[in-house]
């Protein structure tokens, strides 16, 4: 079974300073992939960011990057430079890349305050 | 264009009631999905189609039926609301054919109160 642990349920950063927002996970698959959504007080998610198991390098998309650490079962989103729009909760998944099923498993979220 | 169309966006109905939600995606996606999202804004999946077949379908009461007439289109139907069942339903799709590492693309959710 998949499991996902994101301890902080609430963070505060100054505009235009870095965050990084804590995501550990647990899984017997040996291929998987990792996810960050985001979703605004208007309550759509957005994808953000994806990083596969085997990939080498960590993932970056645009102002987001993801500091995957496969011997820890970390996968920790870094934002870089925050804005005011950045406000939101945050959710880590995870999915097994070795079926057709998709199904993601989420973390309880990361609700981030970003302050003026 | 909207990528995953979810209709309607607020349900307000009495307990009891059968009511449904759809969703249409124009990804060209191969799986859709199913999620309830309660008031502590936890995640959890209800179904999982592939290419219109059921994949999962995670200890939902029975009441709650999808309905997949192509890949394209997932609807849900509820029937006997109860209050329990008052949450956010969001429909997602995705690409997981092996090894894909897709995100999923959201609908924009449905608030269910049940009264």
């Known amino acids: 079974a998949q499991k996902i642990t994101q301890t902080q349920p609430g963070m505060f950063v100054q505009e235009k300073e870095a965050v990084t927002l804590d995501c550990t996970y647990d899984t017997s698959d040996p291929s998987y992939g990792l996810f960050w959504y985001k979703q605004p007080s208007s309550g759509e998610m957005i994808f953000l960011i994806y990083?596969?198991?085997?990939?080498?390098q960590n993932a970056t998309e645009g102002r987001y990057s993801l500091n995957f650490q496969k011997a820890r079962k970390s996968a920790n989103l870094v934002i870089s430079a925050s804005q005011l729009g950045d406000s939101a909760m945050y959710f880590c998944?995870?999915?097994?890349?070795?079926?057709?099923?998709?199904?993601?498993?989420f973390g309880d979220g990361t609700t981030l305050t970003v302050k003026p | 264009d909207t990528a995953v169309s979810q209709t309607p966006k607020y349900l307000v109905t009495q307990m009891g009631n059968d009511k449904s939600i759809k969703c249409e995606q124009n990804?060209?996606?191969?799986?859709m999905y199913w999620y309830k999202q309660d008031s502590k804004k936890f995640l959890k999946i209800m179904f999982s189609?592939?290419?219109?077949?059921?994949?999962i379908n995670e200890t939902v009461p029975n009441r709650f039926s999808p309905k997949s007439p192509d890949k394209a289109h997932l609807n849900l139907h509820i029937n006997s609301l109860e209050l329990g069942d008052s949450a956010v339903y969001f429909c997602?799709?995705?690409?997981?054919?092996?090894?894909?590492?897709?995100?999923?693309?959201f609908g924009s959710g449905t608030r269910l109160t049940v009264v």
């Open positions: 997602a799709s995705s690409q997981v054919g092996r090894g894909s590492g897709y995100g999923y693309t």
């Open positions: 189609y592939n290419n219109k077949e059921l994949i």
């Open positions: 990804l060209g996606h191969d799986t």
């Open positions: 990083q596969g198991s085997y990939d080498q």
């Open positions: 998944a995870m999915r097994d890349l070795n079926t057709n099923a998709g199904k993601s498993t």
